[in-house]
């Protein structure tokens, strides 16, 4: 798999549609769709019930494909990568944080994190040291045995924010990340997404919530798969299109 020139955007969508068919109708989620993600950039996308939220993700997450145009990643186009191919791509480059977690209950917390690595080659030992490593960054240090029930939701969360980083990847993808939280906790939550995201780190967060989205530096609103409003900063895009 050729790796990519250090200028390139991190996630780019050319045209890109998406169709779901239920029963005899197709649904058209994502319609003739094309944006650029940029390196170390922190969007936050909004948008009502099915404006194409949740395909947006998991089109950028590898999770589905276009029915037509192209997605990139970090310079690597996905359209010709088979199944096994596109997993290896989604295990390297790109990590998640769920609203549910998504965490093993049979797994302790520095397995948990440790989980996206077992796709890779690198050394056990060093995959644990990093893993040991982003426990600490969270604030998890102390509760490396616990599983997932033993821990509260917020401290879930933390393990998701740790497993996403493991494997370094280009892209963080966040789906209502602090949805299942209190405020102080999503407030915890939003704070080490900043962090993140002044390191430099690429995030692309989805939210309906519109003081969550406020903290992102770009936003993009969705309506009926289409891009309804881009605002970079303080400086607003009505009306732009895919």
Not at 16 to 31: E, P
Not at 139 to 149: A, K
Request: net charge negative; glycine share 8%.
């Amino acid at each position: 798999m050729a790796e990519p020139s250090s200028n390139q955007p991190v996630a780019e969508l050319i045209g890109v549609t998406r169709n779901y068919r239920m029963g005899t109708n197709v649904v058209r989620a994502l319609d003739n769709f094309s944006f650029t993600f940029g390196r170390g950039e922190y969007w936050a996308v909004m948008g009502s019930s099915g404006s194409g939220k949740s395909t947006l993700l998991n089109v950028l997450g590898c999770i589905d494909r276009p029915t037509e145009g192209d997605y990139k990643v970090d310079g690597i186009s996905t359209n010709s990568l088979d199944d096994d191919a596109l997993s290896e791509l989604r295990s390297r480059k790109l990590g998640f944080v769920f609203q549910s977690y998504n965490l093993i209950p049979q797994l302790n917390v520095l397995e948990n994190i440790m989980v996206p690595l077992f796709y890779q080659d690198d050394p056990p030992a060093d995959g644990e040291e990093r893993a040991r490593t982003l426990a600490a960054r969270v604030g998890l240090s102390e509760r490396l045995d616990h599983r997932p029930t033993e821990l509260s939701g917020g401290q879930q969360q933390r393990v998701a924010i740790a497993r996403a980083l493991v494997n370094h990847p280009a892209l963080i993808l966040a789906d209502e990340a602090t949805g299942n939280l209190d405020s102080q906790t999503a407030l915890e939550i939003l704070a080490l997404l900043d962090e993140l995201h002044a390191e430099g780190r690429t995030i692309v967060l989805v939210t309906h919530e519109p003081d969550v989205g406020e903290r992102a530096q770009h936003v993009l609103r969705l309506k009926d798969g289409r891009i309804e409003s881009v605002k970079r900063g303080q400086r607003s895009m009505a009306g732009a299109r895919a």
